[in-house]
């Protein structure tokens, strides 16, 4: 049971009917989302074994703070879009923290705000065993994930949500990852970031096209819905077929191993990606391919880094 005080919300733990009371905390984190933080670090820090002693505390403390950042991200995410009326019970694809659990969205805020000031004290500890940089371009990570929903104009309502995940999610959090074990930035490590950049952004478009029936009713001008539905899911389909390549390409290049085609297991995850999204019509419909396209994200990163291990 939930005792609420009049203001409609709750400030303190919520219960479950099913006394599951951690469970609505831990899905206001999304869960499901937070292997686009670990794969990124452990991408780099794979890259670094070839190279380097790998230092065991940095490698978690920037987990950790990739992790942070992450989950803030996503609780802005819920925030703002509760606050700009995107939101609703009968949403799919959300923590349902506020519309469903009743949590005040001021508590929804500062933990967001307490899990951004964690992540830079993990920075501070970085920096003091590697350059003080990182500090500098973690703070605009932060920044980045507080943009992506809040501010007068939010990242997630424009054309480039997809750009700047790739870029900040992928290619800055695996360079960070290797320059903090190695001391310096390589050609490899920059064409390595490459097709798990892509696909981190794919789950957004993934995301933005299940969405994008919603999105366009509040005046949002996602990539999505510039290209409709058909287009947007072709424009998805091109980003994998990318992805793929550009790897298959990092192998015959010489940048990585014939270790790293174990990561091509995952074509049947990205198929069922750009299946499930074909003649669908509600989010509801499209929900598991969206699922599907962060797990081709999952087991291709995952084999990635085995991958990078099995070659170092």
Same mark, same amino acid.
């Given at each position: 049971?939930?005792?609420?005080?009049?203001?409609?919300?709750?400030? $303190?733990?919520?219960?479950? +009917?099913?006394?599951?009371?951690?469970?609505?905390?831990?899905?206001?984190? /999304? +869960?499901?989302?937070?292997?686009?933080?670990?794969? +990124? *670090?452990?991408?780099?820090?794979?890259?670094?074994?070839?190279?380097?002693?790998?230092?065991?505390?940095?490698?978690?403390?920037?987990?950790?703070?990739? @992790?942070?950042?992450?989950?803030?991200?996503?609780?802005?995410?819920?925030?703002? #879009?509760?606050?700009?009326?995107?939101?609703?019970?009968?949403?799919?694809?959300?923590? !349902?923290?506020? &519309? /469903?659990?009743?949590?005040?969205?001021?508590?929804?805020? *500062?933990?967001?705000? &307490?899990?951004?000031?964690?992540?830079?004290?993990?920075?501070?500890?970085?920096?003091?065993? @590697?350059?003080?940089?990182?500090?500098?371009?973690?703070?605009?990570? =932060?920044? &980045?994930?507080?943009?992506?929903?809040? !501010?007068?104009?939010? =990242?997630?309502?424009?054309?480039?949500?997809?750009?700047?995940?790739? &870029?900040?999610? !992928?290619? *800055?959090?695996?360079?960070?990852?290797?320059?903090?074990?190695?001391? @310096?930035?390589?050609?490899?490590?920059?064409?390595?970031?490459?097709?798990?950049?892509?696909?981190?952004?794919?789950?957004?478009?993934?995301?933005?096209? /299940? #969405?994008?029936?919603?999105?366009?009713?509040?005046?949002? %001008?996602?990539?999505?819905?510039?290209?409709?539905? %058909?287009?947007?899911?072709?424009?998805?389909?091109?980003?994998? *077929?990318?992805?793929?390549?550009?790897?298959? !390409?990092?192998?015959?290049?010489?940048?990585?191993?014939?270790?790293?085609?174990?990561?091509? @297991?995952?074509?049947?995850?990205?198929? $069922?990606?750009?299946?499930?999204?074909?003649?669908?019509?509600?989010? %509801?419909?499209?929900?598991?391919?969206?699922?599907?396209?962060?797990?081709?994200?999952? =087991?291709?990163?995952?084999?990635?880094?085995?991958?990078?291990?099995?070659?170092?």
């Amino acid at each position: 049971m939930n005792i609420q005080p009049k203001s409609g919300y709750i400030c $303190q733990l919520a219960i479950t +009917p099913g006394g599951e009371k951690w469970l609505v905390w831990w899905k206001l984190l /999304r +869960p499901h989302t937070l292997t686009a933080s670990f794969i +990124p *670090v452990a991408i780099g820090t794979g890259m670094a074994l070839s190279v380097h002693t790998i230092d065991i505390l940095l490698f978690l403390s920037m987990l950790l703070a990739s @992790t942070l950042i992450q989950a803030a991200t996503n609780i802005f995410n819920e925030y703002y #879009d509760f606050i700009n009326g995107l939101d609703h019970a009968q949403s799919v694809g959300i923590a !349902g923290t506020i &519309v /469903r659990n009743n949590v005040s969205p001021k508590t929804i805020l *500062v933990i967001a705000y &307490v899990f951004s000031g964690l992540a830079i004290l993990l920075g501070l500890y970085i920096c003091l065993y @590697t350059s003080w940089w990182i500090f500098f371009i973690g703070l605009i990570c =932060i920044m &980045v994930g507080y943009l992506y929903s809040g !501010g007068p104009c939010p =990242i997630s309502a424009t054309p480039f949500g997809e750009l700047v995940a790739g &870029v900040f999610m !992928g290619l *800055v959090i695996i360079l960070i990852s290797f320059f903090i074990q190695t001391g @310096t930035i390589t050609l490899g490590s920059l064409l390595i970031s490459g097709p798990t950049s892509i696909l981190i952004a794919t789950i957004l478009m993934a995301n933005n096209i /299940r #969405d994008l029936a919603e999105d366009k009713a509040h005046g949002r %001008k996602t990539l999505a819905i510039l290209l409709g539905h %058909k287009t947007a899911v072709s424009f998805l389909t091109g980003m994998l *077929v990318f992805a793929y390549l550009w790897l298959l !390409g990092l192998v015959f290049c010489g940048f990585l191993s014939y270790w790293a085609l174990l990561a091509f @297991t995952s074509l049947p995850r990205a198929l $069922q990606a750009t299946r499930g999204f074909q003649a669908k019509t509600t989010a %509801k419909q499209m929900r598991p391919a969206m699922q599907a396209t962060a797990q081709t994200n999952t =087991i291709f990163g995952l084999l990635l880094v085995l991958a990078l291990i099995l070659q170092s």
